[in-house]
């Protein structure tokens, strides 16, 4: 993965838009930091502001409806199991359930990395930063997107080995997708479809070319980050410094507190690396290798500490009959 260059998941910009720093506090959105603005609610070092067309520095002193600015919160991520049926926005036009109302009061103002549109379900992020969601959301970052589907009708084998050449689809270029086959039934199928562009509804589109209608659509990973067994609903943050280390930065204050119980001798767990993630990718494919890993696995108490890392659910799991 590349290094971002415009991330620091500690430390203020030198200079910034005001409605940008407004925001990345946790106030309210951009947008609505900039109607604040129109309206005359924001000063700067004591002196009202009416357009958002202003840098700030971090020696600035910003008042919004009389109160300070809250310290900037440094840039988190975490992982959250969309269900089906929420709409992935903060607001609704048809005034549909989104996923913001049900997730937990106590969370911070969060934007989603990418989307899931509202009958899919599975691995979403979500972030307190905007420069962060827009890297991960890049292409360019070299992060793929996995997904379980099921379908109906027979699946030619033949005809999904080639989607790995990309295939285009109503002027629509899309690019490689890895697609098997992992299971064949009476009327259905359940496959593994790996993407690398996240366009919109590209599994969905790609199946229906095929000639296949998507009954499930399940994301069990995003990049190095799955799913594992989080709940249905449930919401989990990724610790700062497996997120610094999946970013290639170096260690953050946060990052670095978070492991101090390491630095005195405290038993924190283990931190997996990239490393470690590739090998158990390999282990996947090998059933010799993950009996051989097993024999050298840590205590259960020491796994699960990286949330990047935990097992994909089961064919089954994933392939059960469960209907909503």
């Avoid at 934007?111 to 360019?140: C, F, K, Y």
């Avoid at 709940?231 to 260690?251: N, T």
């Avoid at 050298?296 to 796994?303: L, V």
Wanted: proline share 6%.
């Amino acid at each position: 993965m590349n290094k971002p260059r415009d991330i620091n998941l500690d430390k203020a910009p030198a200079s910034e838009r005001i409605a940008k720093r407004i925001a990345r506090a946790g106030l309210c959105s951009r947008r609505d930091a900039e109607a604040r603005i129109v309206e005359g609610r924001v000063s700067v070092n004591g002196k009202q502001i009416t357009s958002p067309a202003l840098n700030v520095t971090p020696a600035d002193k910003i008042i919004v409806d009389g109160k300070p600015l809250p310290a900037r919160e440094p840039a988190k991520l975490w992982r959250y199991h969309k269900p089906r049926g929420l709409v992935v926005s903060a607001r609704d036009e048809k005034n549909r359930q989104t996923i913001f109302d049900t997730l937990p009061d106590h969370l911070p103002r969060m934007i989603t990395v990418g989307r899931l549109d509202m009958d899919s379900e599975g691995l979403l992020l979500l972030t307190n930063d905007g420069e962060l969601a827009r890297h991960l959301e890049l292409p360019s970052t070299g992060w793929s997107r996995k997904y379980r589907v099921r379908v109906q009708g027979h699946v030619d084998e033949l005809a999904l080995a080639n989607l790995a050449n990309g295939v285009t689809i109503d002027g629509i270029r899309y690019g490689q997708v890895d697609a098997r086959l992992d299971r064949q039934m009476p009327s259905n199928a359940w496959l593994t479809v790996v993407i690398r562009e996240g366009k919109n509804r590209e599994v969905r589109r790609i199946m229906e070319h095929l000639g296949h209608k998507v009954g499930r659509l399940i994301r069990v990973s995003y990049g190095p980050f799955q799913l594992g067994e989080l709940a249905e609903g449930g919401v989990e943050q990724v610790k700062p410094r497996v997120l610094a280390d999946q970013l290639g930065i170096a260690d953050t204050p946060q990052s670095a507190a978070a492991n101090d119980g390491k630095a005195t001798g405290k038993a924190t767990g283990k931190v997996k690396t990239k490393d470690t993630a590739r090998d158990k990718i390999r282990t996947q494919k090998d059933p010799g290798a993950r009996q051989k890993q097993r024999r050298t696995t840590p205590a259960k108490s020491q796994r699960g500490q990286d949330a990047n890392h935990r097992r994909s659910p089961s064919r089954n799991k994933a392939g059960g009959s469960r209907r909503r």
